[in-house]
């Protein structure tokens, strides 16, 4: 866990203080993240709240993941990428596995860059979309100057095996607390197009401490993976890392 913290903040010391702690809490388990946690027993999503600090959020009114549904027409601008090198590093950290990007990868988002910090995934989906759940979820987290979060949400559904996934697949470190280096690496334009296919809410981390403000944008188009891949990619995760549905309440889903 510490080794995850280390590597975290030396690729990304150009970044300030406030950015890095703000993205600490993004990496479970780190030194940032008081309590333990995980997802079934007296640890799990139903107990976060309870963990007391920060972890309160987890009972707020504007949490994710959702169900989408009852969808608002909306003129919603077309995501602008710039997505440059590959993301190299693959860390388990004992809840997901998560590729970490080098800096130069960012998104537009109402008029402000956001940069690609790393990607990780659910399986089976967090969110869902018109009560269909996915295999897979990937989550592209972003973050502006001021540490503000924008996360893309890609979900997969089974079938052709995804050469794009095939490197990360086979070298998944299947040990928490362990990494392993890609040599071709994952590109987040392989996955995430631009375009204004996508549903658009406002919600929060999936993971305690459950932060709230975050901007969330769930592609309409789900990617390929085949079970093979799947069944690699999962036998990361002890289990199922899907924290429950959480209810919309006043929010609106806008597309
Ligand atoms: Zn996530």
Redesign the pocket.
């Known amino acids: 866990m510490i080794e995850t913290n280390r590597t975290f903040v030396n690729s990304h010391e150009s970044l300030g203080l406030m950015l890095i702690v703000s993205l600490a809490i993004l990496l479970p388990g780190s030194a940032l993240a008081k309590a333990d946690w995980g997802y079934v027993g007296k640890t799990g999503p139903d107990y976060w709240a309870e963990m007391g600090g920060e972890n309160n959020a987890c009972g707020g009114q504007n949490q994710s993941p959702v169900d989408i549904h009852g969808v608002v027409q909306a003129d919603l601008a077309p995501i602008e990428l710039n997505y440059t090198g590959p993301g190299r590093q693959v860390v388990n950290n004992g809840h997901?596995v998560q590729v970490n990007f080098d800096s130069g990868s960012a998104i537009r988002v109402d008029g402000s860059e956001f940069a690609l910090l790393q990607t990780?995934?659910?399986a089976p989906s967090?969110n869902h979309i018109g009560g269909r759940s996915f295999p897979l979820?990937a989550?592209f987290?972003h973050a502006d100057a001021e540490g503000n979060l924008a996360?893309i949400?890609v979900m997969f559904e089974l079938g052709a095996a995804n050469p794009n996934l095939e490197e990360l697949t086979s070298k998944a470190p299947m040990e928490m607390a362990s990494s392993a280096t890609l040599s071709k690496g994952m590109h987040a334009a392989d996955f995430v197009t631009s375009g204004r296919d996508y549903y658009r809410f406002n919600g929060s981390?999936?993971?305690p401490p459950c932060s709230e403000g975050v901007r969330w944008l769930v592609l309409k188009q789900a990617a390929s993976i085949s079970s093979e891949q799947l069944q690699k990619l999962s036998a990361a995760f002890p289990h199922a890392n899907n924290r429950p549905l959480q209810p919309l309440n006043a929010r609106l889903v806008l597309e």
């Open positions: 997901t990780h995934f659910h967090e979820e989550h987290v996360v949400g981390l999936t993971t």
